[in-house]
């Protein structure tokens, strides 16, 4: 089973509406939670990165949330434009120790912006 | 260069040949990761590299798979006697220092497209 779930697992939305995509993730210990977007035949891109401490981090119209009791987080798309189509993924590092730079990877969110 | 390059960029191949992947990290990147992505799914890991350890190559599905990192800088995944089931995109990451506690931001290079025919 895989330590990280996102849902949903696709969304359409119209441009200029808000979005919330969701990460649940059972990896223990926890480093640290990653968002990264990834359009078509692109590689993946670094949106936020958030430790144990950190319960929301923005970078522009990106907002993502973190509730390491509940092992869950969030990434709010604000005022969505084309261009964020895209799937978007999320990744969190733990395992402990000498583990501590496994990174494990949900299947992503495909979002689709629509005009 | 400004960013992790990786080459080829595609790669079209018969069934049975061997190809090289090359992956060359951001200058002072200590880590590296190469990450197999096939259509439509997760990225899966293949190995890691980080500094003068030992390589962490547990994720390698077969024995036709390796990599080496020379110098601690490029590193270049093999496959040999490719399968149809080999095609798709190899990303390679890299990071200054392990990624663990500290935070590091992890760069991915825009992978190479292999498609075994």
């Known amino acids: 089973k895989n330590q990280v779930e996102q849902s949903p697992q696709s969304l359409i939305i119209l441009e200029g509406k808000n979005c919330t995509l969701q990460?649940?993730?059972?990896?223990?210990?926890?480093?640290?939670l990653r968002w990264y977007k990834q359009d078509t035949g692109r590689g993946p891109v670094s949106l936020t990165i958030m430790t144990f401490s950190e319960n929301t981090k923005s970078n522009g119209r990106y907002t993502a949330t973190l509730d390491a009791d509940t092992k869950q987080s969030s990434l709010h798309i604000t005022a969505s434009q084309l261009s964020d189509s895209a799937s978007y993924i999320c990744v969190v590092t733990g395992g402990g120790g000498s583990n501590d730079y496994k990174l494990s990877f949900g299947a992503g969110t495909t979002v689709t912006v629509r005009a | 260069g400004a960013g992790v390059s990786q080459s080829p960029s595609n790669k079209v191949t018969e069934k049975g040949k061997d190809v090289e992947l090359r992956c060359d990290p951001i200058s002072g990147h200590t880590a590296l990761y190469w990450y197999r992505q096939s259509l439509g799914q997760g990225l899966e890991f293949l190995i890691y590299f980080q500094g003068n350890s030992a390589p962490d190559k547990s994720g390698l599905p077969s024995d036709r798979f390796s990599a080496e990192r020379t110098g601690g800088s490029v590193s270049t995944l093999t496959i040999q006697r490719t399968q149809q089931e080999d095609s798709a995109v190899y990303l390679c990451?890299?990071?200054?220092?392990?990624?663990?506690?500290?935070?590091?931001?992890?760069?991915f290079g825009e992978g190479s497209w292999l498609t075994v025919v």
């Open positions: 990460c649940n993730y059972t990896v223990s210990p926890f480093s640290n």
């Open positions: 990451a890299s990071s200054l220092r392990p990624t663990g506690r500290s935070g590091n931001t992890i760069y």
